[in-house]
């Protein structure tokens, strides 16, 4: 089996194009942009993020790649992690142990690859690019995560009581993370200069695949020449496994670009949500999950831009946005007739959460419930009825969604209401008909408007005064 793995990564075909592809799973992508002072963007090098979604008979296989300095690592880690992966290494049969470890030698490399890496020294184009990779696998109905860099996995689950809860698994790899920045302080790495600096080498990460040029030469970067031993490593964090029995909900990987440009956009505070509302507002409309992950990354994208032609308080943040993926993996989330219903009687409203600068989500769960207008429900900016049975709201009553953030590295059990005033204002305004009508008033007075343009069209059509919806 080895010589079978070796045969085919030596071989100029891409073995893995014989691979099933899971169909429940989307992948939605955008490549990098750099924007003009007239809002126009131009893409400034090719696309370097990569992704694989493979399912075989006992286990599927996801995960994204965010390349730098050209795509080859990128490339070259999917072709060889799905080979360690997939031909041979994983059974039913595994422990929980025996996994971990097996995500853990298939992201390292294998000795064979390692070798050839060394080959490659003394090629200068060839070992100056690298990679950041979470990637996701699930084996007899359990879920896996392997985190190298600042990618990141989130998995939205529906709770006994009904509510929504996001988790993020792991965190980023970045002088951020308390426990990188211990392992980097053991080595004698400055911690001092290092924060001061702030990038190593023109990337934020800590842990990367490849970039030998960083690893085996730094000694002759500054900031990390003090270090006993090589301070950027390729060592995976595994987390799992984590059962799915009974679990409604949809897992998301996405690359750091994408991460960066809705953080730039909005500020960081409630990326986690954000991601979370998009993804079950596209699925609710979207007639496969290729379209809804195509869709939630195009509107990050028109974020983005937006925010920098807005010339406000984020523009300076979003003069650019590297390559953004996104990939949607859903669990036991049924899609029907365009309606989904992952709350088992309740519905994720197809609504951003609402931002509060002042609040953060590292270390805290929080909790923000929406309160939704009673006509309809709020659907990219239009107002369309609910088509649930049973979950149109009546006159009086306002469906609630609720998304929970929870940090997988810390204890805190403390919560914060999240800014849904706005909601709650105008949803028990909508509630009370006009009487006399029975309809529900406008939140916005529309008077002065009909009363100017009636006064444009009312020659010869006999308009009267009292203009608007009838």
């Given amino acids: 089996m080895a010589a079978q793995r070796r045969s085919l990564m030596q071989s100029h075909q891409s073995w893995t194009d014989d691979l099933p ?39 599927f296989l996801y995960g994204v790649f965010n390349g730098y300095d050209g795509s080859r690592v990128a490339s070259f880690v999917s072709q060889c992690l799905t080979a360690e992966l997939l031909l041979g290494q994983l059974s039913t049969g595994h422990t929980d142990a025996d996994v971990r470890r097996i995500l853990s030698q298939g992201v390292c490399l294998s000795a064979q690859t390692q070798k050839i890496a060394e080959r490659l020294k003394a090629l ?83 842990r990367r695949i490849g970039d030998y040029k960083v690893k085996f030469n730094y000694t002759d970067i500054d900031v990390l020449s003090a270090a006993t031993q090589k301070p950027i490593i390729s060592e995976p964090e595994i987390h799992g496994g984590q059962s799915l029995e009974g679990v409604t909900g949809f897992l998301l990987l996405m690359s750091e670009g994408l991460i960066k440009a809705l953080e730039s956009a909005h500020g960081p505070e409630q990326v986690n949500q954000e991601i979370v509302a998009m993804v079950a507002a596209e699925l609710a409309q979207q007639s496969s999950l290729e379209a809804a992950a195509q869709s939630v990354v195009e509107r990050v994208k028109r974020l983005h831009h937006d925010a920098y032609v807005s010339g406000r308080q984020r523009a300076p943040h979003c003069g650019r946005h590297e390559d953004m993926t996104l990939l949607i993996r859903v669990v036991n989330y049924t899609l029907a007739d ?40 709020l659907t990219n900016g239009s107002n369309t009825a609910s088509t649930l049975e049973g979950d149109t709201p009546t006159a009086g009553q306002s469906p609630t969604a609720t998304l929970q953030s929870t940090n997988t590295h810390t204890q805190s059990s403390s919560s914060s209401s999240g800014d849904g005033s706005l909601f709650r204002q105008r949803g028990s305004q909508a509630a009370q008909p006009r009487r006399g009508r029975g309809r529900v008033p406008p939140y916005v ?21 009292d203009l608007g919806p009838q």
């Avoid at 429940?24 to 002072?37: D, F, H, I, T």
């Avoid at 090719?46 to 006992?58: A, K, L, V, Y």
């Avoid at 985190?147 to 980023?172: E, F, H, P």
Wanted: a negative charge; aromatic letters at 6%; glycine letters at 12%.
């Fill in 124 to 206: 200068e184009q060839e070992v100056s690019g690298g990679a950041t990779a979470i990637v996701a696998l699930i084996l007899n109905n359990k879920l896996y995560i392997a985190n190298v860099g600042t990618n990141r996995a989130l998995l939205c689950k529906t709770t006994s009581d009904g509510q929504n809860q996001v988790i993020q698994i792991g965190r980023a790899h970045t002088i951020d993370n308390d426990d990188e920045l211990s392992r980097l302080a053991q080595l004698g790495v400055d911690l001092v200069r290092l924060r001061q600096t702030g990038l190593i080498s023109g990337q934020s990460s800590t």
């Fill in 21 to 59: 592809l899971c169909q429940l799973c989307g992948v939605g992508s955008a490549p990098n942009c750099v924007y003009g002072p007239d809002g126009k963007g131009t893409q400034s090098h090719p696309n370097e993020d990569g992704h694989f979604r493979f399912s075989t008979e006992c286990c």
């Fill in 445 to 465: 007075d529309f008077t002065q408007f009909y009363r100017l343009w009636g006064s444009d069209h009312s020659e010869g059509q006999g308009l009267s005064g």
């Fill in 338 to 377: 365009g309606s989904l219903t992952p709350t088992q009687g309740g519905r994720i409203y197809p609504v951003s959460v609402p931002y509060s600068n002042h609040q953060s989500t590292s270390k805290t769960s929080v909790m923000l419930s929406l309160v939704m207008p009673a006509q309809g429900t």
